[in-house]
């Protein structure tokens, strides 16, 4: 048993993931003392690449880690999406120098091993932060007076406050809420492929993205260019459920027939494949009750489609330990103020992701309608658009979404 020291204000962070660790750093810098609670048994992150946007590197210098991460980011030159039909582009913002100067901070892209390692680094140099691997929890009580997780082998962990921060399939979230996670029947695979295996034509500095009927593909380079990240999306022919599990070069195959050789010509390249059939969940307007609260794809999973789910839980971090400060350790205030922050904000980019998603898979007439959305658009009015997003900072992060 855990009990908290009376001498300070203690917490329990559930799930070591980008989220969690990223929490766990924004309570310490509280001088919160927390736990950090992951059910794995070694410390570490699955899947490829993730993309990190102004945004996103506004929320690391914040905890401290931002020069960390951009050591083993690449800094792309420009996002770009591209019909997968006939291989015309079809829109095109620049992030290089122009993009900076409009968001204060670059946008890269990074293996999420890298990003997780850049926060795991800080977190295990922190005095105040205690990290306890193979714990799964499967209860969460609360007195008034104090929060307390159970695992499975009976052991309890008690403090002033619990942040679930344990993902779409959530225990913490199951307790506070007990609702279904939606699933899309979108799949995704991503793999990555050594620069050597990448074809020549499709070696740029740059998420490129190739939206196709019911489907799309992205590349883009990691750790110095060494490596590509590869990640193909399609409406699944089957019923799935949420879940990771190893792919069929078969099955992708399956579903990009009509695509131009140009961009299909990555289907061959990855000698294994990891599959993802997604799942996201209808915004809520509570995600806190008393002493516990959700945070990242706990409180708000989302589908990849702006590239915004790890972005989103930084920002989360940030603006909790933010809330943390501004009420004096109240957690029950902080977490009030926390979703008065987050949750308009998270649920706007959740459904932006959605609409995207319409964007990449249209087909027929719906597709001649996106092809022509951006034309002769110019980039300021591309980065007016994303300002809402990009233009994050932990300096108003409490402030009311639209003011």
Same mark, same amino acid.
């Given at each position: 048993?855990?009990?908290p020291s009376?001498? *300070?204000?203690t917490a329990i962070?559930v799930?070591g ?8 750093l ?6 919160i003392q927390?736990?950090?609670?992951e059910?794995a048994?070694?410390?570490?992150e699955i899947g ?7 945004n ?5 210098? $914040? ?5 960390a991460?951009r050591s083993?980011?690449v800094f792309?030159e420009?996002l770009?999406?591209?019909d $997968?039909v006939?291989?015309?582009p ?5 992030t290089g120098?122009?993009y900076r100067?409009r ?6 892209v990074i293996?999420r ?8 680094? $800080?977190?295990?140099a922190?005095p ?7 714990k799964?929890?499967v209860?969460?009580?609360q007195?008034?007076r ?8 009976g052991e309890r ?10 993902g779409?399939?959530s ?10 996670a ?8 991503r *793999? ?8 020549a034509d499709l ?5 490129v993205?190739w939206?196709g ?5 992205v590349?883009y380079?990691?750790?110095?260019g060494?490596q590509?990240?590869?990640v193909?999306?399609f409406h699944s022919?089957a019923q799935e459920?949420w879940?990771?599990?190893d792919?069929?070069k078969?099955e ?5 027939e009509?695509?131009?050789?140009l961009?299909?010509q990555?289907?061959?390249r ?7 059939a997604?799942?996201?969940r209808?915004p809520?307007e509570?995600w806190s009750f008393?002493?516990?609260t959700?945070?990242g794809?706990?409180a708000h999973?989302m589908t990849q489609?702006?590239?915004q &789910?790890a972005?989103?839980a930084?920002?989360?971090a940030v603006?909790? &330990?933010e809330?943390?400060?501004r009420?004096d350790?109240d957690?029950?205030a902080a977490?009030g103020?926390?979703?008065q ?5 998270? *649920?706007?980019?959740?459904?932006s992701?959605?609409e995207?998603g319409?964007?990449y898979?249209a087909?027929?007439v719906e597709?001649q309608?996106r092809n $022509?959305l951006w034309?002769?658009?110019?980039q300021?009015?591309?980065?007016d658009?994303?300002?809402?997003l990009?233009g994050?900072h932990?300096g108003d992060c409490?402030?009311?979404p639209?003011?």
């Open positions: 048993m855990n009990n009376p001498s *300070a204000p962070v799930g993931g980008i989220g969690g660790l990223a929490t766990a924004a309570l310490s810098r509280q001088r927390v736990d950090l609670l059910q048994a070694t410390i570490g490829a690449g993730i993309q990190l946007g102004a996103a590197f506004a929320a690391l210098d $914040a905890l401290g880690v931002g020069d991460a083993r980011a792309t420009h770009t999406m591209m $997968a006939d291989a015309r079809v829109a095109r913002v620049e120098e122009t100067r968001f204060g901070n670059p946008y890269g293996h091993a890298d990003i997780h390692l850049s926060i795991l680094e $800080a977190v295990q922190n105040l932060i205690r990290f306890h691997t193979s799964t929890v209860d969460v009580v007195d008034g104090t929060a307390t997780v159970i695992d499975q082998q962990f008690t403090a002033d406050a619990v942040i679930g921060c344990d779409v399939k225990a913490v979230r199951a307790k506070l809420l007990g609702d279904e939606r699933v899309t029947g979108h799949v995704v695979y *793999a990555v492929v050594d620069v050597e295996n990448m074809p070696q740029m500095n740059a998420p993205v939206a009927p019911h489907c799309h593909l590349h380079p990691l750790r110095g060494r590509y990240n590869l193909v999306t022919r459920e879940g990771v599990k792919g069929s078969e992708v195959l399956s579903y990009f009509g695509i131009h050789p961009p299909h990555m289907l061959d990855p000698t294994s494949w990891k599959r993802w997604t799942a996201d209808d809520v509570q008393g002493r516990v959700l945070l794809d706990a999973p489609y702006l590239a &789910g972005c989103q930084l920002e989360d603006t909790l &330990g809330a943390i400060g009420t350790g957690f029950e977490f103020l926390y979703e922050a987050r949750i308009p904000r998270t *649920a706007r980019v959740l459904w992701a959605r995207m319409r964007l898979h087909k027929g597709r309608v $022509a034309v002769g658009r110019t300021e009015q591309f980065y658009a994303l300002q809402w990009h994050w932990a409490l402030a009311a639209g003011r």
